[in-house]
């Protein structure tokens, strides 16, 4: 059965589901194709004849991985995708989610982004956006390319951006409110709502964000970004002088050259001390008037203290990693039986040189006491959890302290899944989708994970609702504060705790 909604941009026909109403695979700008590959996206302009939003869109160009259930990939990719409990006049919270996938996978269409269930629990509106990534994304040609190609820098965060406009345009034909807009999203996702908080052209098109497992660090400098784009143009055979190939390139081609940027490396520390970085290159780049400061100096500015934030992590975030092919070369819990004390310390100093004994030596005391039967591996995945999500998502919470009250800070720690608490163990929990078995997998299949899954979505809707997650399940939810460093985890039994990273606070200082 269809329903039929008119909004500002034309007419648009969905699917009447029991309960709410979804809409599938709406385009909200002109699509980034043939010349238009390289540029910003333009606005969308208004439908000719009614559109029919029952199937949903094209994924973004990318490497397709199993377990993300991607098929069907194209540049004709800028689609969203609503799930509402009616389109009346009644102004609803909206939630918007931006996908995580290291800025390279993703798409707002996969089966554990399905926004029905919040909908319907929440009364709220659920949005979930497609955009562009990896090369056809992030990859910055400026420095590079004569300015009469038109070429635009950021267009993966330029297509967020479009799509956040024309939910603010649009959304109150489906019974959303659009000055009452939540931005959630998970790893890159979450990152992204980092770097939109840098944004000044985002200004006025959402009021809170929930960010789970980001940074505000994850960002490139000019010098960073042209000297991975001089390297792509070098890979695909291109003079910058002459680059008319680029616009004739397959996406085929660009995946497969965009793999060799990935073992290029950068510094990722804001010190002295080196942090190394690879795999994740493909990023938003601080130029211009977009991003005019890397993202954790405006929260230390206090360029965001009007939104009210929620940030967190999973306790074993570099579990999921650990898990992916390739990672048995490196170390894995499989062969962990065959490292030695020495193998992990050469690990260590290899991400951050210099304090690899040291680290290894505090997080092996650390994890030890922590957990019966702790291996080398679990040893490593802390560290690099550490390094990567956790001690960075402390930096937000601690600039945005110092400027407001309203930042709440979470950890998930349910462990039941094959790969304990692992990064996007909590996706499932937080839309209500453990049963399916993406959710099965990461959460696994205790009867509990369903329970605890109200619990989180009631407090990502109570969020939503009035920017305090507080709820009758949960009690009170203090803010994190300098001096009381308020930290809500979600376990068998959920509890708010005081510092529980403290053990390894003093590490990091000085290095990320």
Same mark, same amino acid.
């Given at each position: ?302 360029? &965001?203290? /009007? %939104? $009210? *934030?929620?940030? @967190? +992590? =999973? ?6 990693? #650990? ?100 990064? &996007?163990? /909590? %996706? $499932? *929990?937080?839309? @209500? +989708? =453990? ?6 997998? #990461? ?70």
């Amino acid at each position: 059965m269809s329903v039929s909604v008119n909004t500002p941009c034309g007419e648009i026909i969905g699917l009447q589901r029991e309960g709410y109403q979804e809409f599938r695979g709406i385009p909200y700008a002109e699509q980034p194709i043939g010349v238009a590959r390289f540029k910003a996206p333009e606005p969308l302009l208004p439908f000719d004849e009614p559109f029919k939003a029952d199937r949903f869109g094209d994924s973004a160009p990318q490497d397709r991985i199993p377990l993300f259930g991607i098929t069907q990939t194209s540049e004709d990719c800028l689609y969203l995708n609503i799930w509402t409990p009616a389109c009346d006049s009644k102004k609803r919270p909206v939630m918007v989610w931006i996908h995580g996938g290291g800025f390279l996978t993703g798409s707002g269409s996969q089966l554990i982004y399905n926004g029905r269930n919040l909908a319907v629990s929440g009364d709220v509106v659920v949005v979930s956006i497609n955009y562009r990534l990896g090369v056809l994304g992030f990859l910055y040609l400026n420095d590079l390319i004569a300015e009469e190609h038109n070429i635009s820098a950021n267009n993966g965060l330029l297509d967020q951006l479009e799509a956040l406009r024309w939910i603010k345009n649009n959304i109150a034909s489906f019974g959303g409110d659009p000055e009452d807009i939540t931005l959630f999203g998970e790893s890159a996702g979450a990152m992204s709502i980092a770097t939109l908080l840098a944004c000044p052209a985002a200004k006025g098109l959402f009021k809170r964000a929930i960010l789970q497992s980001g940074a505000a660090d994850q960002v490139l400098t000019r010098s960073e970004a042209t000297d991975i784009a001089r390297r792509f143009l070098e890979v695909t055979d291109i003079d910058p002088s002459a680059p008319e190939k680029l616009w004739q390139l397959s996406p085929d081609q660009i995946i497969k050259a965009q793999r060799q940027l990935t073992k290029l490396s950068f510094n990722r520390g804001r010190y002295s001390q080196e942090v190394r970085q690879t795999g994740m290159v493909l990023l938003p780049v601080v130029e211009g008037n977009i991003i005019p400061q890397t993202p954790l100096a405006a929260i230390q500015s206090g360029e &965001a203290k /009007d %939104i $009210p *934030l929620m940030v @967190g +992590c =999973t306790r074993d975030e570099w579990n999921l990693f #650990l898990s992916l092919p390739g990672a048995e070369d490196l170390f894995s819990p499989t062969n962990v039986n065959e490292v030695e004390k020495s193998d992990l310390i050469d690990l260590l100093e290899k991400s951050v040189p210099g304090i690899g004994e040291r680290a290894a030596n505090l997080y092996e005391k650390m994890i030890q006491t922590s957990r019966q039967n702790a291996t080398l591996a679990d040893v490593y995945s802390a560290f690099e959890g550490d390094r990567m999500f956790r001690i960075p998502t402390l930096r937000i919470a601690e600039a945005h302290s110092e400027h407001t009250q309203n930042i709440y800070m979470f950890q998930f720690n349910w462990d039941k899944g094959s790969l304990g608490a692992c990064h &996007a163990s /909590d %996706i $499932p *929990l937080v839309f @209500g +989708c =453990t049963e399916n078995p993406a959710g099965q997998y #990461l959460c696994g299949t205790d009867p509990g994970a369903g329970k605890l899954s109200i619990l989180v979505q009631n407090c990502w809707i109570a969020f939503a609702r009035s920017s305090d997650p507080s709820t009758d399940g949960v009690g009170k939810w203090h803010p994190f504060e300098e001096e009381n460093r308020h930290v809500m985890c979600f376990d068998d039994t959920t509890a708010l705790h005081s510092d529980p990273f403290d053990c390894a606070v003093e590490l990091w200082e000085g290095v990320l």
